[in-house]
């Protein structure tokens, strides 16, 4: 497995290129937790889609669809030569939808987890985890 942990200024963010998730869905899922964790507020800029590319070792065209999806999702303006831009956001309520549409990751991430060995307590530890920091509003 290759694993680039990248710091930039946009944090701390984890690309694996031997995984099956395309990197540009990569890219967009750890801005995304940096969004919704508010570590970048309304009207602040992001790296440009160059920089971000060299500090990651990607082709630009990459960062520029995670920066496109984000901005589909409401999350960024994109303007041309002058970069992205923090959107001001209110999160949607979700409706059944979107709960399924969360806990079907959920549940295969848990069976992968599993099926990799992991025993259900040492699962549920990392689950619980995660939950304490989302109580704190972290991710």
């Known amino acids: 497995?290759?694993?680039?942990?990248?710091?930039?200024?946009?944090?701390?963010?984890?690309i694996d290129l031997k995984s099956t998730t395309p990197v540009y869905e990569?890219?967009?899922?750890?801005l995304r937790a940096e969004l919704v964790a508010g570590r970048f507020g309304p009207g602040e800029k992001l790296p440009t889609v160059r920089r971000l590319a060299i500090d990651l070792g990607v082709h630009h065209n990459t960062v520029a669809e995670a920066y496109r999806q984000l901005a589909n999702e409401g999350w960024l303006e994109l303007k041309r030569h002058h970069g992205a831009m923090v959107r001001e956001r209110r999160?949607?309520?979700?409706g059944p939808e979107?709960?399924?549409r969360f806990a079907r990751p959920?549940?295969?991430l848990v069976?992968?987890?599993?099926?990799?060995?992991?025993?259900?307590?040492?699962?549920?530890?990392?689950?619980?985890?995660?939950?304490?920091?989302?109580g704190r509003g972290a991710i």
């Open 111 to 134: 069976a992968r987890a599993l099926g990799e060995g992991l025993s259900p307590n040492a699962v549920a530890k990392e689950m619980m985890k995660s939950a304490r920091k989302l």
């Open 98 to 100: 979107g709960k399924e």
């Open 91 to 94: 999160l949607p309520r979700a």
């Open 1 to 14: 497995m290759y694993v680039c942990d990248v710091q930039s200024e946009l944090g701390m963010l984890r």
């Open 26 to 30: 990569q890219i967009a899922n750890g």
């Open 106 to 108: 959920l549940r295969e």
